[in-house]
């Protein structure tokens, strides 16, 4: 702890300075419901403030926005008084806080026993309350200061989730809840759609759209936004009781037609809330609303009015935040990446942002489609989005913060890796290098895709390295791979003799291979996993696919004639060929494919399964093994019928490999379920 020091005039200049920026933007966000900064950036430079009028507290003044929540009514709304305070919560941003958070607690309450809360998802919307008398809805109101709020008794009245008559009985005759007004996510988008359609506004994030929603004068255009509401909470109640926990309080709200976040459950001790914040947090972008953290709140009601708040956020609640997804940088430049089948990406080069955890400095745009669509220009300031461990998109455009200066962007005529023209299709969206092999981009993308985890699975050999290779010319064709020697790789920069073995050693080792993997390792245009799979079921060996028609090709289910041409354009492709025999003469190889007997299933089969499987939990896998008659064993022997190969597969996948076991992949498992089942 720093001790408090006597604050200079640059210190009071410094806090007057951070008050009026964090004023501005309190406005924007608040009032206009317009942010000009994400929130991450406004949560700092509050963080700022508060740090500094901690160290010098003769600095604070009344109307610091440390010291109050929100913003102050919009005039043309009537005001309404809370008779309870609504108050806001206090964030915590690492596990850290909320063990202080508890401890707290317990410290205050004076036990040494876990505690009970509930938790919650913290839903990104506005905050608002409704107020029941006999029963009827009669007055809603946002939360304003906290102390007093905006009238929306009408806008609220127009959200078909909040009930306007309550069900059942032995609710008090006044009854105040509380609870968060937002837009679902597909709600969201479906509205920002048609709004751009329109060409009328869109909306920044759904909280904004939830807010701009409520704030609107005429009822009827609030009726016209798809808006939803969970209660989470009480307010003013008089003549009538309610349960002495928040966890039955909340059952009786559920009972009397209230809707409740489904996620929302009671826990037993501070251990559970930080479960409770790693599961909510792995399924957040599966959520069908948007949430920025997870809320604790003591559960039990008595021990919550024994802790009391200070200012305006209780001692027995707190927000556990996650870190922002959305963020808002500038787009310093737009450039053109080059994919392994000559696909043109626009790539925008960002100001450096802190998003999902990380640092990025690009972002996808996907194609020049997306561009035009959501008009993106160098210089403009952007959302970009960063969720899980998906590619950095740029999200939206703020076209009211678009600079004079702002540049278009356009397709190149040529490749800017090799110079040869760029085409880009009447129907698709995509452009492309026509350069193929002779484009330098083209051939790292080639080989980067036949040494990955999916395809050969050369481990050791990564991106870096691949282009370290391709750029000395070392390696130009994935079959290059198998003529390295350990000098070229040790000329390499911070690549030492063991390192240089043990790639080779798994180039080696990546010989072995499946008939599926091996197809979809090649890279033909439009063949994923899935189609490569269909067809190696379907064909069983390569000389078969390659000696079939176009129409034959076709045959296989899924594979549509664009596919089938370009399979039949691939295969004859002399350069190709010639790939594919210097890849045989290497020794690439696979098991033979082997099909399901014609008659009793799977019968007298034996199967072990090992790695993950995408589609289906291992549990789900054997069982319709065991409805299709056969066995499923934890060891590979010479017995074993087939091994079923997932991702990440273990040691069985080698031993498999040594003994002859016939190989399968998740689709190769489903097309021998499939065909088991029809016999
Ligand atoms: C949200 N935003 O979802 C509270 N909240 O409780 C939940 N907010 C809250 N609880 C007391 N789930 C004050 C605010």
Redesign the pocket.
């Known amino acids: 702890m720093s001790s408090k020091r006597p604050s200079s005039g640059l210190t009071t200049d410094k806090a007057r300075s951070l008050r009026e920026l964090l004023e501005r933007y309190n406005y924007a966000y608040h009032a206009l419901d317009t942010p000009e900064v994400s929130d991450a950036k406004y949560d700092a430079l509050l963080q700022d403030l508060r740090d500094l009028e901690r160290e010098h507290p003769e600095l604070i003044t009344p109307d610091s926005p440390t010291q109050r929540v929100g913003a102050s009514p919009l005039v043309a709304f009537g005001e309404i008084k809370h008779r309870v305070p609504m108050?806001?919560?206090d964030n915590a941003f690492s596990e850290q806080e909320v063990r202080d958070f508890d401890r707290r607690v317990r410290e205050r309450l004076n036990t040494s026993e876990p505690i009970r809360y509930s938790a919650?998802?913290?839903?990104d919307?506005l905050?608002v309350s409704a107020t029941y008398e006999n029963g009827r809805f009669t007055q809603g109101a946002t939360r304003g200061d906290g102390e007093t709020g905006e009238d929306i008794t009408q806008n609220l009245r127009t959200i078909a989730a909040l009930p306007l008559r309550l069900r059942g009985k032995g609710f008090p005759r006044v009854l105040e809840v509380r609870g968060?007004v937002f837009m679902p996510r597909e709600r969201f988008e479906r509205f920002n759609a048609q709004a751009a359609v329109r060409g009328d506004k869109v909306f920044v994030n759904p909280r904004n759209a939830a807010a701009g929603s409520l704030r609107q004068l005429d009822a009827r255009i609030t009726a016209q936004r798809p808006l939803d509401i969970?209660i989470?909470?009480t307010g003013h109640v008089q003549d009538g009781s309610l349960p002495v926990t928040h966890g039955q309080t909340m059952q009786s709200l559920r009972n009397w037609g209230f809707k409740l976040?489904p996620e929302s459950r009671i826990v037993e001790s501070l251990e559970e809330c930080l479960r409770y914040y790693e599961e909510i947090g792995a399924r957040r972008d599966a959520l069908p609303y948007q949430i920025d953290g997870v809320?604790y709140?003591v559960d039990e009601l008595e021990l919550r009015r024994r802790l009391g708040f200070v200012a305006r956020a209780?001692r027995w609640?707190i927000a556990h935040k996650y870190p922002a997804e959305e963020e808002i940088t500038v787009i310093r430049d737009i450039e053109f990446q080059v994919g392994r089948t000559g696909a043109l990406t626009p790539v925008a080069r960002l100001a450096p942002v802190f998003v999902g955890g990380v640092t990025i400095s690009n972002a996808t745009l996907h194609n020049m489609d997306e561009v035009e669509r959501k008009d993106v220009r160098i210089g403009d300031s952007v959302v970009v989005r960063r969720a899980g461990d998906v590619i950095p998109e740029v999200v939206r455009v703020m076209i009211e913060r678009r600079p004079a200066s702002a540049v278009k962007v356009l397709l190149p005529g040529q490749c800017p890796v090799c110079g040869s023209p760029v085409v880009r299709d009447e129907q698709q969206a995509v452009a492309r290098c026509t350069g193929g092999r002779s484009c330098a981009a083209q051939r790292v993308e080639e080989i980067k895709h036949f040494a990955a985890r999916r395809a050969l699975d050369i481990q050791g050999l990564g991106d870096k390295l691949i282009e370290q290779l391709s750029a000395s010319g070392i390696v130009k064709s994935p079959a290059d791979l198998w003529d390295l020697q350990a000098d070229q790789l040790q000329q390499l920069e911070r690549m030492g003799e063991k390192s240089a073995q043990k790639i080779l050693k798994s180039i080696q080792a990546s010989k072995r291979t499946t008939f599926p993997r091996f197809l979809y390792a090649l890279g033909i245009r439009d063949v994923g996993e899935a189609t490569a799979s269909a067809l190696a079921q379907h064909f069983e060996t390569l000389e078969a696919l390659q000696s079939a028609s176009k129409e034959q090709i076709e045959e296989v289910p899924d594979v549509g004639p664009v596919v089938a041409r370009n399979v039949v354009a691939y295969l004859q492709e002399p350069e190709n060929r010639r790939l594919l025999e210097r890849l045989r003469a290497a020794g690439v190889t696979w098991p033979a494919i082997v099909r399901a007997s014609a008659a009793g299933g799977l019968a007298g089969k034996t199967l072990v399964l090992t790695g993950t499987l995408s589609g289906m939990s291992r549990e789900a896998a054997q069982a319709a093994i065991m409805d299709a008659g056969g066995k499923v064993t934890g060891s590979v022997s010479a017995k074993t019928s087939y091994v079923v190969a997932g991702t990440d597969p273990g040691s069985k996948l080698k031993k498999a490999n040594d003994l002859g076991v016939a190989i399968l992949d998740e689709a190769g498992l489903l097309e021998l379920l499939r065909s088991s089942s029809r016999s």
Do not use: D, Q
């Not at 919650?120 to 839903?123: A, C």
């Open positions: 108050l806001s919560l919650e998802p913290k839903l919307g905050a968060e969970f989470y909470g976040c809320v709140k209780p609640a």
